[in-house]
């Protein structure tokens, strides 16, 4: 589209390269602009074919993955005569892209439905005995590492060229879509159930939210007593702790490592002398370090003399590296950082009298009066007093080696790093120690410890924003930000219906009841 003559800004755009995403009418657009033509279906639907010549009716084209693997995932797609399936969409500019980027060998990409191309470039190629890339090594697009051999070959999926198929010009489409974040979902994707929450005032949309964070809440509840009648509530609160300080990418090899608690706490008290079990056990240990930092390696050293003695006492039981996830994973969330955390927990010994301490004190709560509760209007100091007063249990005041390092390789940092943050603060309380506690409190039929502990649970300030909160905020409500979600546990009441409600239906929101339930709730609210 030519900018008209009088618009000097249009004309100040290709002069100056502003937004010029083509730089060759002849070579393929960025893949990042073919990936929000797909997202945004600039696309003739009508026409849209497989290279094998079947018809491709898209229900919906997936939501934009943030965590690696195929571009989009829960696409709904039909081929052919075929019935509509759920499943992922690859976008690549060449249909070559399918073994040049090792997706073939990686088993991420075994729900792909669909490869969607720029044009059909290398096709013969592909066919004839081209190589594919070297296992191990980093795919130069995507910057993921391809599988090391002995996984099977994914065939490649039905492929559709797009390259004829626009629904305008592409330097029209470059102009429209540069500027569009792949975050923000479009209108037309959003759920059926967005039209009935965004109609609902702010304090309508809170009660729904908070009645599902209860559903949460006393599942995470009843899983720690459930776990407390075979291991005790000591052993149960430690396995939740561990699980959280996983994150998700390492919940379960930490889950492990908190099982064999009571066999790798035995007479070691220091906090150094568990972290060196732990680091042992877990296979974190690195054998050696780079040669840049052999100076700062007492650590490591000291570390590895006190594994060394014990490593055949606990040979049965050491992880194997591969169990962790280090991909995606920030510096200050790294599995070791984590573990150094957790063994000046237990080294110190008196965790769990603190917390129920910190459960029995007022922190600007006001009062509880006894079956009357506490008011729900907790003020934000009130809220952020809370996860002071946990943070100050939660703590390491400096570990000499952690304080000053994110992992056992990274050189020194300038400044001292705390070894929790506010997140992890509010992640621990929200699905650990809260629940814990409510359950115990449930367990002493302490109905005023019960209600001390919503309240905290109901005023506990937001959690970090992530992926899915991300995307259930604007398919749910509709929007980037919401007041409703001020608090963690309306986040977690919107993660609840996603896991009761989405994860039972798919991207076009299939036999989903919650909108026909909010529907009828909102028309008569008290009941
Ligand atoms: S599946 Fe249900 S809850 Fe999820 S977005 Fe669609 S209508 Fe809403």
């Known amino acids: 589209m030519s900018p008209p003559p009088d618009n000097f800004y249009a004309d100040w755009r290709p002069r100056f390269g502003v937004g010029n995403v083509l730089r060759d009418e002849n070579d393929p657009p960025p893949e990042h602009l073919l990936q929000a033509i797909w997202r945004h279906q600039r696309l003739r639907r009508d026409r849209l074919q497989t290279a094998d010549g079947k018809s491709v009716r ?48 990686n088993p991420d990409f075994k729900n792909v439905l669909l490869h969607v191309v ?84 702010e304090t309508r949309q809170g009660r729904i939210l908070d009645s599902a964070a209860r559903v949460r809440f006393q599942a995470k509840a009843g899983l720690f007593r459930a776990r407390a009648r075979h291991a005790g509530w000591e052993q149960a609160l430690w396995e939740g702790l561990f699980r959280a300080l996983g994150y998700k990418h390492n919940i379960w090899p930490m889950q492990n490592l908190a099982e064999l608690r009571p066999r790798w706490t035995r007479g070691a008290d220091p906090a150094f002398a568990l972290q060196a079990r732990l680091f042992g056990i877990s296979g974190l240990l690195p054998v050696e370090l780079p040669r840049a930092q052999a100076g700062s390696d007492g650590y490591l050293r000291r570390i590895w003399d006190c594994w060394w003695r014990e490593r055949d006492e606990f040979s049965d039981c050491i992880l194997p590296r591969a169990v962790w996830k280090f991909h995606g994973l920030r510096p200050a969330n790294h599995p070791q950082r984590r573990l150094a955390l957790a063994a000046h927990w237990l080294a110190a010994g008196n965790l769990i009298q603190k917390l129920e301490r910190w459960c029995a004190s007022s922190i600007g709560e006001g009062r509880c009066d006894g079956d009357a509760g506490i008011s729900r209007t907790a003020t934000r100091p009130s809220s952020q007093a809370l996860v002071d007063s946990l943070r100050k249990i939660l703590e390491v005041e400096r570990d000499e080696f952690w304080s000053w390092h994110w992992t056992f390789r990274s050189a020194r940092l300038k400044k001292p790093q705390p070894l929790l943050g506010d997140a992890r603060v509010t992640d621990l309380a929200v699905n650990v120690i809260l629940p814990w506690l409510w359950t115990r409190a449930a367990e002493g039929k302490n109905g005023r410890l019960q209600r001390v502990i919503e309240h905290r649970y109901a005023v506990w300030p937001q959690a970090e924003d992530n992926s899915i909160l991300k995307l259930a905020r604007q398919r749910l409500l509709g929007v980037g930000r919401s007041r409703a979600l001020r608090s963690a546990s309306a986040q977690q009441g919107l993660i609840q219906i996603t896991r009761d409600f989405c994860a039972h239906s798919n991207a076009v929101c299939e036999n989903c009841r919650f909108p026909e339930l909010a529907r009828s709730w909102s028309a008569n609210p008290e009941t």
Do not use: M, Y
């Open 58 to 105: 898209v229900l919906h084209p997936g939501f934009v993955s943030v965590e690696g693997g195929p571009d989009f995932r829960g696409a709904v797609i039909q081929i052919g005569d075929a019935a509509p399936c759920s499943g992922d969409v690859e976008i690549d500019l060449r249909v070559n892209g399918w073994r040049a980027h090792g997706h073939d060998r």
């Open 118 to 201: 720029w044009d059909n470039v290398g096709v013969h190629a592909l066919a004839s005995a081209k190589p594919p890339a070297q296992p191990g090594s980093a795919c130069p697009i995507h910057r993921r590492t391809i599988p090391q051999r002995g996984i099977e070959l994914q065939p490649l999926p039905p492929t559709l060229v797009v390259n004829d198929k626009l629904d305008a010009p592409i330097a029209e489409l470059g102009l429209w879509l540069e500027n569009e974040s792949p975050r923000v979902l479009p209108e037309n994707l959003r759920g059926q159930c967005c039209v009935v929450l965004r109609e609902l005032d």
